[in-house]
T-cell receptor, first 113, second 112 residues
Framework: SQKIEQNSEALNIQEGKTATLTCNYT??????LQWYRQDPGRGPVFLLL?????KEKRKERLKVTFDTTLKQSLFHITASQPADSATYLC????????????FGTGTRLQVTL | EPEVTQTPSHQVTQMGQEVILRCVPI?????FYWYRQILGQKVEFLVS????????KSEIFDDQFSVERPDGSNFTLKIRSTKLEDSAMYFC??????????FGPGTRLTVT
């Protein structure tokens, strides 16, 4: 069966450290993999997109890697701040679908002082 | 910066009633979506809409659900006869191409 799993429900790190979140998938052939941020009671906010033929993407303090052999994406936030505390969602656009995004369950990141 | 808007922010309805959730996508976008998120669970795809027709729908999107783009700006989701299990946050999203999607703030639907 198809699955998208994010490494843990919650991740606690200290301010200034690098947070690393994992997204693993099975039985998908993603054309794109995307990362979103969701704050409580709000809609997801797009952060980064990486295509199947790309290995790494960066945007300011964010970095995403994509390994289609391992079927895994890693999402890094460097120099983390308390304002980065949120739930981070991994989402796939599967090859052959029009535009349906399938989301993982998310990892709740808490950055403490 | 353009954004997706949704109304109402919270809708309370009785089981069996019809509800219409409204969205105004970003104006030059071509693809439109509805997703839902039951409390504490993941965001789930319901339906995508492109070129004035449904391009894809999930198993959740049964005959009780319908979508419409009645004019050039609004995009609506209708649930004909609500059930208790329809209680969730409903998010509208839009995009220019099949890339990043822009989500609205959501409508919290409570069915009693």
């Amino acid at each position: 069966s198809q699955k998208i799993e994010q490494n843990s429900e919650a991740l606690n790190i200290q301010e200034g450290k690098t947070a690393t979140l994992t997204c693993n998938y099975t039985n998908y052939s993603p054309a794109y993999l995307q990362w979103y941020r969701q704050d409580p009671g709000r809609g997801p906010v797009f952060l980064l997109l990486i295509r199947e033929n790309e290995k790494e993407k960066r945007k300011e303090r964010l970095k995403v890697t994509f390994d289609t052999t391992l079927k895994q994406s890693l999402f890094h936030i460097t120099a983390s701040q308390p304002a980065d505390s949120a739930t981070y969602l991994c989402a796939l656009l599967n090859t052959g679908t029009a535009s349906k995004l399938t989301f993982g369950t998310g990892t709740r990141l808490q950055v403490t002082l | 910066e353009p954004e997706v808007t949704q109304t109402p922010s919270h809708q309370v309805t009785q089981m069996g009633q019809e509800v219409i959730l409204r969205c105004v996508p970003i104006s030059n976008h071509l693809y439109f979506y509805w997703y839902r998120q039951i409390l504490g669970q993941k965001v789930e795809f319901l339906v995508s809409f492109y070129n004035n027709e449904i391009s894809e729908k999930s198993e959740i999107f049964d005959d009780q659900f319908s979508v419409e783009r009645p004019d050039g700006s609004n995009f609506t989701l209708k649930i004909r006869s609500t059930k208790l299990e329809d209680s969730a946050m409903y998010f509208c999203a839009s995009t220019w191409d099949r890339g990043e999607q822009y989500f609205g703030p959501g409508t919290r639907l409570t069915v009693t």
